[in-house]
Each structure stands twice: as structure tokens, then as C-alpha cells.
């Protein structure tokens, strides 16, 4: 079975500080990891996937995550907070095989203190 | 272009109404899904269409929910009778190409319903 899971349901960080939102993963084989982020009152918007090659994943709004297979983690990453980074974000996974459909965990809200 | 387009934005219906909740998926995408997120839980997978036919239908909750994707355009989610428990947001998403699961899954703005 695949499943996802982010730790945190809430994590602050001040302007200009680096951030991280937790998230680990199950699955059966090699993964597909993705970033989603909701902004408020608005859908998911995709922020970075990871497919294969190179663990250290960049995407939109500079905005990185690490693929550790060892550890079954996808952390994402950013150096230095924006208050407009303030949001909700989530994690997904999907087998290589198998299912087509993406599982995501439940959510980190990411606050970005002024 | 256009991203995936959903129908309508906010709904709130009786208990035991009936709801019909409208995505156009972005042009040329073979893929659409279907996914809910209840307050305060995770976003769940409904189903999948390939073009018009429903590859995989196992995360729908009962049989009061329908989901049709006429000529693999565009698809409905009808909700009959709208139980209490079915309030949240309903977001449908669409992808390209068969079987390529590293395809980014584009998602919609959702649909938000509220049965009272």
C-alpha cells in the first residue's frame, strides 16, 4: 500500500529564515514524489517532482526538495522564507507501477512570521 | 492555455439534493481525475478516466456518486442524494499521455460544497 506522511500540521518560520516541510513515503518499488501548494481559497498548484536521476529536486519559486531513498524521505526546502510562502502544502506520492493516482498526506500549513 | 476548469466554485445544497460538479480538463489531456479533501483530512482519490473510460474507480465512497466523462472531454460528478459527510472540496485534475506515471498531474481550483 502507499501512503504519505507529514509530521507536522503546522510549521512557522521567520522571514528570511530557510524552511523545511517534512513529509515520508511508502510504496511498494521506486517512487514518483511531488510537491503540491495551496495558496488560500485557491487549488493546488504544482511545485516539483521528483522522477529519477539527480536526488536534489528544484522548482517553482525556489523552492527545492531531496529525494533520500535510504531514509524514504522528500523534505522540501527553500533558503530563505517569503511571507508570501505562507500556505498549504502537500506531499504525494505515486508507484512506478500500478496505480496511476497520486496519495497525499494530510497537509503541513507553513506560516511565514513578518 | 487554459488550466483545468472546474464547475461551480462554491455550492451549498440541502441534505438529500442533488449536485452535479462540472471539469474541463486542460486541452488534449487523456487523464482526468477526480480527488476530495474533507476538512482537516487528506486529499483522496475518487477515480480516473482514460479518455472516456474509467480506468479506475475504487476510491469512490457509494453508490450516490457518478462520475461520466462523455466523449473524453470534459466530466461530471454528480452527488444524489447530498449526504452531510460529503461536504468538502472536490478538486478534479487531468494529465497527459497512458500509463507514465512521472506525467505532472495538473489539479483544478476545486469545487467547494457544503450540504446543510
Known amino acids: 500500500a502507499q501512503s504519505v506522511a507529514q509530521p507536522e500540521d503546522q510549521v512557522n518560520v521567520a522571514e528570511g529564515n530557510p524552511l523545511t516541510v517534512k513529509c515520508t513515503y511508502s510504496?511498494?518499488?521506486?517512487?514518483?514524489l511531488f510537491w503540491y501548494v495551496q495558496y488560500p481559497n485557491r487549488g493546488l498548484q504544482f511545485l516539483l517532482k521528483?522522477?529519477?536521476?539527480?536526488?536534489l529536486v528544484k522548482g517553482s519559486y525556489g523552492f527545492e526538495a531531496e529525494f533520500n531513498k535510504s531514509q524514504t524521505s522528500f523534505h522540501l526546502k527553500k533558503p530563505s522564507a517569503l511571507v508570501s510562502d505562507s500556505a498549504l502544502y502537500f506531499c504525494a506520492v505515486r508507484a512506478l507501477t500500478g496505480a496511476n493516482n497520486l496519495f497525499f498526506g494530510t497537509g503541513t500549513r507553513l506560516t511565514v512570521i513578518p | 492555455e487554459a488550466g483545468v476548469t472546474q464547475f461551480p466554485s462554491h455550492s451549498v445544497i440541502e441534505k438529500g439534493q442533488t449536485v452535479t460538479l462540472r471539469c474541463d480538463p486542460i486541452s488534449g489531456h487523456d487523464n482526468l481525475y477526480w480527488y476530495r479533501r474533507v476538512m482537516g483530512k487528506e486529499i483522496k482519490f475518487l477515480l480516473h478516466?482514460?479518455?472516456?473510460?474509467?480506468?479506475?474507480e475504487s476510491g469512490m465512497p457509494n453508490n450516490r456518486f457518478l462520475a461520466e466523462r462523455t466523449g473524453g472531454t470534459y466530466s461530471t460528478l454528480k452527488v444524489q442524494p447530498a449526504e452531510l459527510e460529503d461536504s468538502g472540496v472536490y478538486f478534479c485534475?487531468?494529465?497527459?499521455?497512458?500509463?507514465?506515471?512521472?506525467?505532472?498531474?495538473?489539479f483544478g481550483e476545486g469545487s467547494w460544497l457544503t450540504v446543510v
Open positions: 485534475a487531468s494529465s497527459q499521455g497512458r500509463g507514465s506515471g512521472g506525467n505532472t498531474i495538473y
Open positions: 478516466f482514460v479518455k472516456e473510460s474509467k480506468q479506475d
Open positions: 521528483y522522477i529519477t536521476g539527480d536526488n
Open positions: 510504496v511498494s518499488g521506486n517512487p514518483y
